[in-house]
């Protein structure tokens, strides 16, 4: 025989007493079906929001991505050797064509101790024209104990009308080298932009293992008196490139110093720099150019002195294919 089950008993109760059972509302069920289940994300974010995670780490007498993820629209290559030190080449590639407002990206980077990794990209970083909401690049970066970063990406081209907010932040271990290069164009100087751009913040954070930083921040508004670009606006390309290092002895920096001096005033007119010390054991170089063709070869002569000096290592072909 069948026993009644309670729920069974309650029905029966209820119809005999003439309540009515609890229901649940339209509306609720409604905000029931449309809970999000956990990691599923909103589908107008996709190519909007890329994250690109990348380890790397010394295996025998190669350094290889040992821990990689990226999301839509960044996309991972394999590293290319070109030479026989070992050193990971490896292209940043955002096959999207550039940022438009509203796009978020992210570099998460750590180089284990040890490796050696050389970063570039096969084209520049094009920022469009937007309607009122910025784009976003933000990069992490850390070089644990004796490893070797060489990061040389391709300038940042914002154009007529873009907003653009970029930070970069790296962590430097004792004993780790870092070159880092950074370059910015006055905008599409073919077509006539120069500076019309409607705002650009950048910043630079270096810290070493002892403690001090480095921190290079600004921000230009060229339509108001606070954020004009001043004294570069008759150029079209800005650059800085850092060299740091804390287990070189100091007449290396004097002498590295002296020649990247010298390079500097090798083409008075078309390129204007200086070299200084910064607050980090290294040195710091800011220069402006006048055409892409000037800017890259003035880049190209003074990593070819920094690795001379810093690393005992010959210049480096780079390919962009």
Request: charged share 20%; no cysteine; aromatic share 8%.
């Amino acid at each position: 025989m069948t026993m009644p089950t309670e729920q069974g008993q309650r029905k029966r109760a209820a119809r005999k007493t003439g309540a009515s059972q609890p229901r649940t509302s339209s509306a609720t069920r409604t905000s029931v079906r449309k809970k999000k289940t956990p990691g599923r994300f909103a589908t107008e974010l996709v190519g909007r929001v890329g994250e690109l995670k990348l380890a790397y780490t010394k295996l025998d007498r190669r350094t290889v991505i040992s821990h990689s993820y990226f999301t839509t629209p960044w996309k991972l290559l394999p590293p290319i050797y070109l030479d026989d030190t070992g050193s990971a080449y490896t292209l940043l590639v955002n096959p999207s064509g550039g940022l438009v407002g509203g796009d978020h990206l992210s570099l998460d980077m750590t180089v284990e101790q040890h490796a050696h990794v050389l970063i570039s990209a096969p084209s520049a970083n094009r920022v469009y024209q937007t309607e009122g909401l910025v784009s976003e690049q933000h990069v992490t970066i850390a070089v644990e104990p004796g490893a070797i970063l060489e990061w040389f990406p391709e300038h940042t081209i914002p154009f007529a009308g873009s907003r653009f907010r970029q930070s970069l932040r790296a962590t430097v271990g004792p004993g780790a080298t870092l070159f880092l290069w950074d370059a910015l164009a006055s905008g599409r100087i073919a077509r006539g932009e120069r500076w019309a751009f409607t705002d650009l913040e950048n910043e630079i954070l270096i810290t070493t293992a002892n403690g001090n930083s480095l921190l290079e921040r600004y921000a230009l508004d060229p339509a108001t008196d606070l954020g004009v670009v001043g004294l570069a606006e008759e150029w079209d390309y800005v650059a800085s490139f850092y060299i740091v290092n804390d287990a070189l002895a100091p007449e290396v920096w004097t002498g590295l110093e002296s020649t990247i001096a010298a390079l500097l005033d090798t083409n008075p007119g078309a390129v204007l720099g200086g070299v200084s010390t910064p607050p980090v054991p290294g040195l710091a170089v800011k220069l402006l150019a006048r055409t892409a063709p000037d800017l890259l070869a003035m880049m190209e002569a003074l990593w070819a002195a920094a690795r001379e000096a810093v690393l005992k290592l010959p210049p480096i072909s780079l390919r962009k294919y």
